[in-house]
């Protein structure tokens, strides 16, 4: 079966002369608005404290990543929405109402007053500002995506990795925000007000909106092609199976990327690892993410897609569980270190091919709502959850080793779905 990798003749193949101009405004964007929606997790336990009060400290946190998970109902919604909006519009378009809709639901969780103050109001008002950030990142990825790798199409790989290595940079951002509040302010403080200042942080994602749609031109190869009036109905219709498929991808790069925004809530609750180291050790997990994706994208522009992806998930499968057996087993800063060290190469590996495979296995005429629809259910069912699943797990099996279960799992999914894309398109 065929694949779509070849360009359109009127697109530019050369990397345009505002290359850094193009990744640089879209890494950026895209770090900060992955940095609003995830660093909710990084602050879970304080967040459970103020807005979901309870009797049982296991309750509040379920409650608190339950809410984490909910915004993740709104991607599909928002998917469908904005990935038709960019097929149709165009990519700069949809990526800036997807980043001005992140700063809303950002903005309502900075000034949300607590439990104390209003009652069941907030946590109602938490769920709500969760959902409308769950809408913005359904679209975000698709459209980011497209937007990075149409504008260089020989270098595809290099381009579309800065999807990755921005959500590294996300990593690190909010990870050194709660290293650096919870060892600079006393529990009060951080109960006050200090776990609002990474939300207002966030805010900074406005401006960048503004820029991009602006100052960024629309992508070559969009500009190319003949929108097409239907690209909803042309993916289901069409591309079912290349959909299909496209989802098995995801699985793994999403519960490894969940997986890691959960394990300070992990070193703390099941390890006894103090909350700053644990946010240290996984700052290190964004340093490796954001150096190491865009070297794995270059080299799949190289040697291909899906060897480097098929390597990583077969080290997810075979190392995970002697992972978390030893940092169980020796829960000290420096083996919290050593795992989280591993486990971001892996990602890296990962998924830093994986977002110009995406592009690659739909048209650029349904190509963001395509990709839009595939990740974000992935995420939805398998990412969104993952915190929530993991701690469900933990608390079932009484063991501390319940984590790697679930990331085996969704590296037998993925791991068929790479053969499935290399022998059903044909794509290396």
Not at 214 to 220: A, K, Q
């Amino acid at each position: 079966m065929s694949t779509f990798t070849t360009p359109h003749a009127s697109a530019r193949d050369e990397t345009p002369p505002a290359a850094w101009r193009i990744i640089i405004a879209a890494s950026i964007g895209n770090a900060l608005e992955w940095f609003d929606l995830v660093v909710y997790g990084f602050f879970a336990v304080t967040i459970a404290k103020l807005f979901f009060p309870s009797g049982s400290d296991s309750i509040s946190l379920l409650l608190t990543l339950g809410t984490f998970g909910v915004s993740f109902f709104m991607r599909p919604l928002g998917a469908l929405v904005l990935g038709i909006y960019a097929d149709r519009v165009g990519r700069r378009a949809a990526l800036t109402v997807s980043i001005l809709l992140m700063m809303v639901g950002t903005l309502l969780i900075a000034v949300m007053p607590t439990y104390a103050a209003i009652g069941v109001w907030a946590p109602i008002g938490i769920v709500l500002a969760r959902m409308i950030q769950g809408f913005s990142a359904g679209g975000e990825f698709g459209s980011a995506t497209a937007f990075l790798a149409e504008h260089a199409p020989k270098r595809r790989g290099f381009y579309a990795s800065w999807q990755v290595a921005s959500q590294g940079l996300t990593t690190l951002l909010a990870a050194g925000f709660g290293a650096g509040l919870t060892n600079w302010l006393t529990p009060e403080q951080m109960l006050s007000w200090g776990w609002r200042v990474p939300f207002f942080f966030g805010l900074l994602i406005g401006p960048v909106a503004y820029y991009i749609r602006t100052r960024i031109d629309e992508t070559p190869e969009f500009l190319a092609a003949e929108p097409s009036k239907t690209p909803l109905a042309d993916t289901f219709s069409h591309h079912r199976a290349r959909l299909i498929l496209a989802i098995g991808t995801v699985v793994l790069g999403t519960v490894a990327t969940y997986l890691v925004l959960y394990m300070p809530t992990y070193a703390v609750r099941q390890l006894g690892i103090p909350q700053s180291a644990a946010f240290t050790a996984t700052l290190l997990t964004g340093v490796v993410q954001f150096i190491c994706a865009p070297i794995v994208g270059h080299w799949s522009d190289r040697h291909g897609r899906t060897g480097v992806m098929l390597l990583a998930a077969l080290l997810f499968l075979v190392l995970i569980y002697p992972m978390f057996a030893i940092v169980a087993a020796h829960p000290t800063f420096g083996t919290m270190i050593g795992v989280q060290i591993v486990i971001g190469v892996l990602l890296s590996g990962y998924f830093g091919a994986l977002p110009a495979l995406l592009t690659e296995i739909f048209p650029v005429q349904n190509r963001t709502t395509g990709m839009s629809l595939a990740y974000n259910i992935a995420v939805t069912i398998f990412g969104g959850f993952a915190p929530f699943i993991i701690t469900g797990l933990i608390d079932a099996t009484g063991s501390k080793l319940a984590p790697s279960f679930y990331l085996i799992f969704a590296s037998l999914i993925s791991i068929a779905a790479i053969f499935g894309v290399r022998k059903r398109l044909g794509m290396r």
